[in-house]
T-cell receptor, first 114, second 112 residues
Framework: SQQGEEDPQALSIQEGENATMNCSYKTSINNLQWYRQNSGRGLVHLILIRSNEREKHSGRLRVTLDTSKKSSSLLITASRAADTASYFCATDAMNNNAGNMLTFGGGTRLMVKP | DGGITQSPKYLFRKEGQNVTLSCEQNLNHDAMYWYRQDPGQGLRLIYYSQIVNDFQKGDIAEGYSVSREKKESFPLTVTSAQKNPTAFYLC???????????FGNGTRLTVT
């Protein structure tokens, strides 16, 4: 399966600043999802954006999707120290013959300094 | 509360021994997945199962085996044939269709 690519791989910001992470992918998708992982824990689903949507908001999170460029971005506004975690994008392929599975990118490690 | 339980949290084994990681869910999800995560890396799919008594290989199935005898349970066996088994293993499940994954809190396996 083909993975998405996230950039940057690591991001360090001050509390209160905004954090932007980008994800690129290769295949046509049904939807794209963002997950968060605290150190040593499982992943937690944050937000899902469908291929016919361009932007979605959830609290301090804003996700955009550009299917023509096969890319997505996750913006966290007014960051907090508790936002420190790794963030992963995952794609659900349009033609999911591969058994209904998500394909994950390598992740962005975000550090928010108090 | 519904969720996925992985046990144990930490597991230590000697090289050459098989080891089985447990994954149980009470979300009534049909599909279950096993991922491997190496330090600072993303997730790689080992095996997945869409229905009881059926499972498929993922990208890195060599040296691993699974069973799906019950809807709630999807144990993963790391065999002695796995060349580099030390890693963080994550189990997940999802409902039918294009829905989010629910993850367990992982098992960290160390083989020496």
């Amino acid at each position: 399966s083909q993975q998405g690519e996230e950039d940057p791989q690591a991001l360090s910001i001050q509390e209160g600043e905004n954090a932007t992470m980008n994800c690129s992918y290769k295949t046509s998708i049904n939807n794209l999802q963002w997950y968060r992982q605290n150190s040593g824990r499982g992943l937690v689903h944050l937000i899902l954006i469908r291929s016919n949507e361009r932007e979605k908001h959830s609290g301090r999170l804003r996700v955009t999707l550009d299917t023509s460029k096969k890319s997505s971005s996750l913006l966290i506004t007014a960051s907090r120290a508790a936002d420190t975690a790794s963030y992963f994008c995952a794609t659900d392929a349009m033609n999911n013959n591969a058994g209904n599975m998500l394909t994950f990118g390598g992740g962005t490690r975000l550090m928010v300094k108090p | 509360d519904g969720g996925i339980t992985q046990s144990p949290k930490y597991l230590f084994r000697k090289e050459g021994q098989n080891v089985t990681l447990s994954c149980e869910q009470n979300l009534n999800h049909d599909a279950m997945y096993w991922y491997r995560q190496d330090p600072g890396q993303g997730l790689r799919l080992i095996y997945y199962s869409q229905i009881v008594n059926d499972f498929q290989k993922g990208d890195i199935a060599e040296g691993y085996s699974v069973s799906r005898e019950k809807k709630e349970s999807f144990p993963l066996t790391v065999t002695s044939a796995q060349k580099n088994p030390t890693a963080f293993y994550l189990c997940a499940s999802r409902d039918r269709g294009f829905s989010p994954l629910h993850f367990g809190n992982g098992t960290r396996l160390t083989v020496t």
